[in-house]
Nanobody, 123 residues
Framework: QVQLVESGGGLVQAGGSLRLSCAAA????????MGWFRQAPGKERAIIGY????????AYADSVKGRFTISRDNSENTLYLQMNSLKPEDTAVYYC????????????????WGQGTQVTVSS
């Protein structure tokens, strides 16, 4: 089991930046690949990208590529999402999630989820 808690959300103007954190409780954080997802009201939860357990590989959805960066610090059991050049369409609740196995592009591969943190980008 791993418990995940997101933080760092808030209100920013378009073009601004935010860094989200996901703190994991557990001794096996490095065993999990981690994904970032977001969900706007009335929309499906969509993957932003993921990072492998060791942090040696990342992948991003086209909508955020070049603007968002996923990183992790396994010594601190923390996952990060650096968001730059934010756009109003980035407004959503952002979630982190942990996966032990499966395709990391599939939502069903993620076994544990945080509670989400709201990001609002004004125009």
């Amino acid at each position: 089991q791993v418990q995940l808690v997101e933080s760092g959300g808030g209100l920013v103007q378009a073009g601004g930046s935010l860094r989200l954190s996901c703190a994991a409780a557990g001794r096996t954080f490095g065993s999990y690949a981690m994904g970032w997802f977001r969900q706007a009201p009335g929309k499906e939860r969509a993957i932003i990208g993921y990072i492998t357990g060791s942090g040696d590989s990342t992948a991003y959805a086209d909508s955020v590529k070049g603007r968002f960066t996923i990183s992790r610090d396994n010594s601190e059991n923390t996952l990060y999402l650096q968001m730059n050049s934010l756009k109003p369409e980035d407004t959503a609740v952002y979630y982190c999630a942990a996966a032990l196995r499966g395709s990391l592009w599939r939502r069903g591969s993620y076994d544990y989820w945080g509670q989400g943190t709201q990001v609002t980008v004004s125009s």
